[in-house]
C-alpha cells in the first residue's frame, strides 16, 4: 500500500536525520575552532626563540581553554623529542614531508571539551587535549601548513592531568583519539591517566555509559513495537474500512436494483395490467352485460 511504504520511509529518514546531523554539525565546528586556535597560537610566534613555549592569548568568548605553540628544528626534534603542554614526544619522530623547521600547536579545550567533542555512549572524564604539527620553515612563503608525523622509535604519550571518575564507580576507562581525519578510535590506557599515540590529533579519556545506552536500546525496541503495532492496526483498520465501504456500495447498488426492478415490476403490473384488465374486463363486462 502506499501510505504504509511512504510512512516507512518518513521514520527511517527521520531516524537518519537525527543520528547524524549531530555529528556533522560537531565536525565542522571542531573544524573552525581547530583553525581559530591555530591562528590565536601563530600570531604569539611572531618572533620566537626555538625551542620555546608561547602561550596563546586567547578572546574572552574562549576563556576556558588554553592554546600554546612551540618551533623547533627537526634536527634537534629527532634527536631530543619535545616534552611539552600535556605531550611527551620521544626522540626519533620525524615531520613527513621533511620540513627543516616545524611548529607544534597544543590544546587543551578545558571545560569547553564536551561541548565540542562527544562519542555516543561514553561521557569524557578528562578534558580533550590535542596537537598538530605544522611546516614552519619558511611561514611567510609556505603558509600555515600541516605536517604528518613518523614516529619511528616509542610512541608519543599523553598525560591527562585531571580525570574525574564519577563518585564510587569502577567504570573501565578508555583513551579515545579524534583523529585528524574525523573518524574515533579506542585504545587501552597504560597508566591510570596516560595514553598512547603515533599521530597529531584530539585526546580524551571516557567511560562507558552502559545504563543511559541500555535505557535507550529499551526505548528504541518499546517505540519499534510500538511503530509496528501501529503500522499493523493501521493497516487493518483501513483495510476493514475499506472493505466496509466496498459492502456498503455493493449493498446499495443492491438494494437500488432491487427497488428499481420491483418499481418496474410495479410499474408494468399498473401500467400494463390494469390497462389490460381495463382493455380485458370491461368489454368481457360489457360482453357480460351485452349478452
Ligand atoms: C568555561 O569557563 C569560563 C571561565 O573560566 C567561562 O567563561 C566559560 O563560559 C565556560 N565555558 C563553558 C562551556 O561552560
Ligand atoms: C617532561 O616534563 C615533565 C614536566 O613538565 C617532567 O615531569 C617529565 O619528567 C618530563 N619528561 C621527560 C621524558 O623529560
Ligand atoms: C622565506 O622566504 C622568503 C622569500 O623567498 C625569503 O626572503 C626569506 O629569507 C625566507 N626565510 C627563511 C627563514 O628561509
Ligand atoms: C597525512 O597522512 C594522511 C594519510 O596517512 C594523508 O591523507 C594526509 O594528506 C597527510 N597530510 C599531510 C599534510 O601530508
Ligand atoms: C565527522 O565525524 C564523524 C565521527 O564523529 C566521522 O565518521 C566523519 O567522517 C566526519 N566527517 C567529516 C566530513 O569529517
Not at 634536527?75 to 620525524?94: E, K, L
Not at 609556505?142 to 599523553?158: A, F, Q, R
Not at 501501529?230 to 447498488?253: D, E, N, P, Q, R
Request: glycine share 8%; net charge positive.
Amino acid at each position: 500500500m502506499g501510505f504504509k511504504s511512504l510512512y516507512i520511509i518518513g521514520v527511517i529518514f527521520s531516524l537518519f536525520v537525527s543520528s547524524f546531523g549531530q555529528s556533522f554539525e560537531n565536525n565542522s565546528s571542531r573544524d573552525s575552532l581547530d583553525a581559530l586556535l591555530q591562528d590565536y597560537a601563530f600570531k604569539s610566534l611572531a618572533r620566537p626563540h626555538t625551542g620555546a613555549l608561547y602561550k596563546a592569548s586567547l578572546p574572552a568568548n574562549l576563556s576556558g581553554m588554553e592554546a600554546s605553540v612551540v618551533r623547533l628544528r627537526s634536527g634537534s626534534f629527532w634527536t631530543r623529542g619535545a616534552n611539552f603542554s600535556s605531550f611527551h614526544i620521544p626522540p626519533r619522530v620525524m615531520p613527513i614531508p621533511y620540513v627543516r623547521r616545524l611548529a607544534i600547536v597544543y590544546q587543551n579545550l578545558g571545560n569547553w571539551s564536551s561541548y565540542y567533542y562527544n562519542v555516543p555512549g561514553y561521557s569524557l572524564v578528562s578534558p580533550v587535549v590535542g596537537f598538530m604539527a605544522y611546516d614552519a620553515s619558511n611561514l611567510s612563503v609556505n603558509g600555515i601548513t600541516k605536517t604528518n608525523l613518523s614516529v619511528t622509535g616509542d610512541p608519543i604519550s599523553v598525560h591527562f592531568p585531571h580525570v574525574l571518575l564519577p563518585e564510587g564507580s569502577n567504570l573501565t576507562t578508555r583513551c579515545v583519539t579524534f583523529s585528524v581525519g574525523g573518524s574515533v578510535f579506542f585504545s587501552e590506557l597504560t597508566l591510570p591517566n596516560v595514553c598512547h599515540t603515533r599521530n597529531p590529533g584530539h585526546f580524551s579519556i571516557v567511560v562507558h555509559l552502559k545504563k543511559k545506552e541500555e535505557r535507550l536500546w529499551k526505548w528504541w525496541v518499546i517505540g519499534f513495537g510500538f511503530g509496528f503495532v501501529g503500522l499493523v492496526l493501521v493497516g487493518l483498520v483501513v483495510t476493514v474500512l475499506v472493505k466496509f465501504a466496498k459492502m456498503k456500495k455493493i449493498k446499495k447498488m443492491e438494494e437500488k436494483a432491487d427497488e428499481g426492478e420491483a418499481f418496474k415490476t410495479i410499474w408494468i403490473g399498473r401500467s400494463k395490467m390494469p390497462s389490460a384488465i381495463v382493455t380485458r374486463t370491461q368489454p368481457a363486462l360489457e360482453n357480460g352485460y351485452d349478452p
